[in-house]
Structures are given as structure tokens and as C-alpha cells.
């Protein structure tokens, strides 16, 4: 062995990594505030498991929906700003954050979604049973109709303001639901309190939240304005999409589909993300008497491509997935744009509303096969999911054609 004794310099250098090595790993004392605060406070002293009960309490809030407006857009700028997420890109626009207010969870929409002895449909008297049109197109129990979940979140989010020429005009029935700060809302100010309660519960605001997105932007710039270490600790999502040629609809597949791919690396920040509720609405625009798009929409192989983006999100662990189709209120076939076909539109077609429906729009049945296929294909490998069909004794194959009960969808 040398006996050279090594230059000064490194004597130092070695002697002062052994001193902050040391320094790292001694036990810190601890704080007397910490100390005193853990001995005295009545809430610190509660046992833990009571202590995780009112933290769940003071968390938890409803599902909160996530909109990114324009700034310099006159007809959505609103006076209220929310500074908690930053800018994130290049177009200037600012994030909106509004409590749900629909009556029922994602949880149990799926539920009636599914079940196939749900009618709920009213009396009519032979004149109303004929018309084209009544309140039972609309209705579980119809052999078309699923609830839609857009119309179910109609009063969440407020419509665009209008242009000033026409606000004097513009009378709103009902207050619209105001945006939130997100800051106040999931309680943060809580967290700085204390260290131990810091400790303790940093991540349960975004552990016990669920966040629901309509739009693919708002999405994308969620994941990219989100602290990369808040990712793991998000466990609910919802996402809304629409299927259909319907260019002015900021939700459809094809947005949705070209942000999940590009997002890649940041969906993977949430691999905490557990549960995940899908809303898949078909918007029937611009649809002639052969339906083009329902011909677009009908093959299996076409089904899969409406929403291939999805495939991203199968990286993630989820444990629990809800799929509902559903038809486009707006479109010809929804509550609001029927009427609208029905006055204007039904010169151009060989039938009336019920014959084009007939021929046209999925049934509750197909629209379930959907569902399941999209639900399955998430959950592909999860042990113990066997889907809604293999349970309720179906197949997971498509429906046959049938031409009594004008199933139009092929294996």
C-alpha cells in the first residue's frame, strides 16, 4: 500500500463531503413549535383515524368541472380571474372552475345507464301516442333513448356570454352557476397551518377530488399546468366526448384523440388516477336519408377509431371504469335539436322524424354494446371485471342485424 500522502485540496474535499453527508443523515431536532403543537392542540391530539374522518370531510367536495377560456374573446371574458394555475400556453386563455350540479353522480348515471328494466316513460292518449314527437322519446324505457349526460351538466357550466349588442336584450331565466377559486374551494389555506397537518393530509385535496372535462384543450392544459408531484396524488377523472362530423363542437373525438397523443408524457404523471368515467355523446349532423355518418359509425373496426386516443389511458392502473353513450341533445335525434329538425329540416327526407330515427340512430341496446366495448377495452386485463354483458348473460360481440327490431350493427 502507498504511503503518499495525498494533496491538501483533496483532504479538504473529502473531509467536507464526510461532513455534509453526516449532516444529511443525522435526525433533526425536533421543532419546539411542531412539538408543542402535537401536545396541545385538541385537534392534533385526536386519534388518527378520527383525524382522517374530518379531513375526508373537509375535502371532499362535488365533482369540479375544468374550462379554458379565451382572454381576449368579449363574449366569455368575465371580471373574475383564478391565479392558481399558471399559463401554459401560447394563446392567451385562463382557467375556469365551476361546481357540478347535476343530481346524481357519474356513478349511478352509469347505473341507469345500464339497466335494461328501467321505463319510466308516461301515459299518453292515442293523439299524443301518434305524433311524431312526444315526451317518451326522451325517457328511460324508450327503445333509443339513454339519459344524456351533457343534458344532465347543462346547468354546470354557464353559456358564453352574448355580444354586447344584444346583452340588454338577453333575459336569463335562472342565475348562472359562477366559477370557483380552486384555491379556496379544496381548502389549501388548511394545509399551511402546521406542519404535521401538512404532513398529514397535502395530498387529500387532490386525492378526494374529481375533475371533469368536456373539452380536449382544457385537458391538455390541465396535465401541463399541473405540479408534476400533484399528478400521482389524482385519483377521479370524467371526460367528455362527442362522436360526429360536427366541426363547432370543441368536445369531439378527433380533438380528443390528437391531445391524448400528444399528452403522452403527461398523462403518465397520473398514475394515481384509479377511476375514470367516460361520456360519449353522437351528435347526428349533418346526416341524409342513407346516413352517412351512421354508416361511418356502425363497423365495429370504425367504432374503435372514433376513440383512439383512449388507448393512452390504458397505461394507467385503472380499478374502475363507467362508459355511457348517449345521443347528442342538440342533434337531430336529442331533446333540443329534434324539434328543430322536425320544423325545418323534415322536407328534405323520404319519412317523418320516427321513420328517419328508426332507420338512423343507435338503440339503447347498441349504445350499451358500445359502452361495454369502450369499458372493456380500458380495463383489458383487470382481474375480475367480466363487463356488463358477460354479466347480464350476453355476448361481447356486436348485435346482429335483425330487421325486426332494426339492429343495424355487424360483427
Not at 45 to 57: G, K, M, Q, V, W
Not at 139 to 159: L, N, T, V
Not at 185 to 199: G, K, M, P, W
Not at 320 to 328: A, G, K, L, M, R
Amino acid at each position: 500500500m502507498s504511503t503518499e500522502k495525498r494533496p491538501f485540496a483533496y483532504d479538504a474535499a473529502d473531509r467536507a463531503a464526510t461532513r455534509k453527508k453526516s449532516r444529511a443523515s443525522a435526525p433533526r431536532p425536533p421543532n419546539a413549535l411542531s412539538a408543542f403543537n402535537a401536545a396541545e392542540s385538541p385537534f392534533l391530539r385526536l386519534p388518527a383515524e378520527l383525524r382522517n374522518s374530518i379531513y375526508e370531510l373537509v375535502f371532499t367536495v362535488n365533482p369540479i368541472h375544468v374550462e379554458h377560456e379565451r382572454k381576449d374573446d368579449p363574449d366569455v371574458r368575465r371580471s373574475y380571474r383564478d391565479p392558481v394555475l399558471a399559463q401554459v400556453t401560447d394563446v392567451p386563455k385562463y382557467f375556469r372552475f365551476y361546481l357540478c350540479q347535476a343530481d346524481i353522480s357519474e356513478a349511478e348515471a352509469y347505473r341507469r345507464s345500464i339497466d335494461t328494466t328501467l321505463d319510466e316513460r308516461i301515459a299518453l292518449d292515442d293523439e299524443e301516442a301518434t305524433q311524431d314527437l312526444h315526451p317518451n322519446h326522451w325517457r328511460m324505457g324508450d327503445r333509443f333513448h339513454i339519459d344524456s349526460c351533457k343534458e344532465r351538466h347543462k346547468a354546470c357550466i354557464p353559456p358564453p356570454l352574448p355580444p354586447a349588442w344584444l346583452s340588454a336584450q338577453t333575459q336569463l331565466t335562472e342565475p348562472p352557476n359562477k366559477p370557483i377559486s380552486l384555491k379556496h374551494t379544496l381548502t389549501l389555506s388548511l394545509l399551511r397551518v402546521c406542519a404535521q397537518i401538512h404532513t398529514e393530509a397535502h395530498a387529500l385535496p387532490y386525492t378526494l377530488s374529481h375533475f371533469s372535462f368536456r373539452h380536449a384543450a382544457a385537458f391538455r392544459a390541465f396535465l401541463s399546468a399541473l405540479p408534476p408531484r400533484h399528478g400521482p396524488h389524482l385519483r377521479e377523472f370524467t371526460l367528455c366526448m362527442t362522436a360526429g362530423e360536427n366541426p363547432t363542437d370543441a368536445a369531439r373525438c378527433a380533438r380528443w384523440n390528437t391531445h391524448l397523443f400528444e399528452s403522452g408524457a403527461r398523462v403518465a404523471r397520473l398514475r394515481g388516477l384509479r377511476t375514470l368515467h367516460l361520456s360519449l355523446t353522437i351528435a347526428h349532423h349533418e346526416m341524409g336519408a342513407d346516413g352517412p355518418l351512421r354508416a361511418d359509425l356502425a363497423a365495429p373496426a370504425q367504432l374503435d377509431m372514433w376513440v383512439v386516443g383512449l388507448g393512452r389511458l390504458r397505461e394507467l392502473a385503472l380499478q374502475e371504469v363507467t362508459v355511457v353513450v348517449t345521443d347528442d341533445p342538440g342533434s337531430r335525434f336529442g331533446i333540443d335539436g329534434a324539434q328543430t329538425v322536425r320544423k325545418y329540416m323534415l322536407g328534405h327526407f323520404h319519412g317523418s322524424w320516427g321513420a328517419m330515427r328508426e332507420r338512423e340512430c343507435f338503440t339503447a341496446g347498441e349504445k350499451r354494446w358500445w359502452a361495454e366495448r369502450m369499458r372493456g377495452r380500458l380495463l383489458w386485463g383487470r382481474k375480475g371485471d367480466e363487463g356488463y354483458y358477460t354479466s347480464a348473460g350476453h355476448h361481447r360481440t356486436s348485435p346482429q342485424y335483425n330487421s325486426s327490431s332494426n339492429s343495424r350493427l355487424s360483427r
